[in-house]
């Protein structure tokens, strides 16, 4: 799926006012395990058994190690997660 860069659509987007990555993924039910920036947890792309998708707790990306899944930020786990356009999913996300 090709990643909508903000830059490159008209929908006027201000970043800071989506939720903290810690808050966001929290709020999506997923249990951070570990250390550090980079977390586990259990990925909700794929019917998943062992924590396999990691999470960026300072910028949100996430990259799933098992079924590929990856993003930069919490807008794209959020619109991959639901199927959202931009828009849609930055709304959800407390913008607007
Ligand atoms: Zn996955």
Redesign the pocket.
């Known amino acids: 799926m090709r990643y909508a860069n903000p830059a490159q659509t008209k929908f006027s987007f201000d970043r800071n006012r989506l939720p903290s990555p810690d808050e966001y993924y929290k709020s999506q039910g997923l249990r951070l395990i570990g250390g550090g920036a980079w977390k586990n947890a259990l990925?909700?792309?794929?019917n998943?058994t062992k924590p396999?998708?990691r999470v960026c707790l300072v910028n949100g990306a996430f990259k799933?190690?098992?079924?590929?899944?990856s993003g930069g930020d919490v807008l794209d786990f959020h619109r991959k997660r639901y199927r959202l356009s931009f828009p849609e999913a930055a709304k959800q996300l407390g913008h607007g």
């Not at 990925?43 to 794929?46: A, I, K, N, Q, T």
């Open positions: 990925c909700p792309f794929h998943d396999s998708l799933c190690m098992a079924c590929g899944v």
